[in-house]
């Protein structure tokens, strides 16, 4: 790279800085899904997109490859209108991610999204699902010290205080705070 009295081009000039023309196809498709609008809490650009194509609250923006559906995208954010909205429309409460299989549930758990967990488990999510570490939305919870979160799964799933993830760890082992793990089933410290 040129240096200009010293002082590499990129230092002291943005014109080659990336632009939205840098933007990928896939994130240029992702930008106008309904994964994108449930991701960013956008409710009307959300029910105009499921009323256009109903098939959209399955779409995790991606082709499906990634498995994120609007659902997740809406529950890890807290997004409760989104959530009300795709489960309303259809969308799989317990659809899970590809690569870790994680859950809406487990994402709002872990995010500390009381109303959003309720609004799940209504729809009927499985609150005992297990993601690729073996972890359950009650583990989740616990471990961020989210004592509401954690009192609401274990009063809709008591069984939950008793499963181990991978590591043979309980929600209550992971518990951040006491509440968290008294709620978790377990004895605070």
Same mark, same amino acid.
């Given at each position: 790279?040129?240096?200009?009295?010293?002082?590499?081009?990129?230092?002291?000039?943005?014109?080659?800085?990336?632009?939205?023309?840098?933007?990928?196809?896939?994130? &240029?498709?992702?930008?106008?899904?309904?994964?994108?609008?449930?991701?960013?809490?956008?409710?009307?650009?959300?029910?105009?997109?499921?009323?256009?194509?109903?098939?959209?609250?399955?779409?995790?923006?991606?082709?499906?490859?990634?498995?994120?559906?609007?659902?997740?995208?809406?529950?890890?954010?807290?997004?409760?209108?989104?959530?009300?909205?795709?489960?309303?429309?259809?969308?799989?409460?317990?659809?899970?991610?590809?690569?870790?299989? /994680?859950?809406?549930?487990?994402?709002?758990?872990?995010?500390?999204?009381?109303?959003? &967990?309720?609004?799940?488990?209504?729809?009927?999510?499985?609150?005992?699902?297990? @993601?690729? @570490?073996?972890?359950?939305?009650?583990?989740?919870?616990?471990?961020?010290?989210?004592?509401?979160?954690?009192?609401?799964?274990? /009063?809709? /799933?008591?069984?939950?205080?008793?499963?181990?993830?991978?590591?043979?760890?309980?929600?209550?082992?992971?518990?951040?705070?006491?509440?968290?793990?008294?709620?978790?089933?377990?004895?605070?410290?």
């Amino acid at each position: 790279m040129p240096a200009v009295r010293g002082v590499q081009h990129g230092l002291i000039c943005d014109c080659c800085a990336p632009t939205a023309g840098a933007e990928s196809l896939a994130e &240029v498709a992702f930008a106008k899904s309904a994964a994108a609008a449930a991701q960013s809490g956008d409710f009307f650009r959300l029910k105009s997109l499921i009323t256009r194509n109903p098939a959209a609250v399955h779409d995790d923006g991606y082709g499906g490859s990634s498995g994120y559906t609007p659902v997740i995208y809406a529950a890890r954010q807290g997004h409760v209108d989104c959530v009300e909205l795709l489960l309303a429309c259809g969308a799989a409460p317990d659809a899970a991610t590809a690569a870790g299989g /994680a859950t809406a549930l487990q994402r709002a758990a872990y995010m500390g999204h009381l109303r959003v &967990v309720q609004l799940l488990l209504d729809a009927g999510a499985t609150a005992a699902l297990q @993601d690729g @570490d073996g972890q359950t939305a009650l583990h989740k919870a616990a471990e961020r010290g989210h004592a509401d979160v954690a009192a609401a799964l274990v /009063a809709a /799933a008591p069984q939950l205080a008793g499963v181990r993830d991978k590591r043979g760890r309980t929600a209550a082992d992971l518990a951040q705070t006491p509440a968290a793990a008294a709620a978790a089933g377990g004895t605070p410290a």
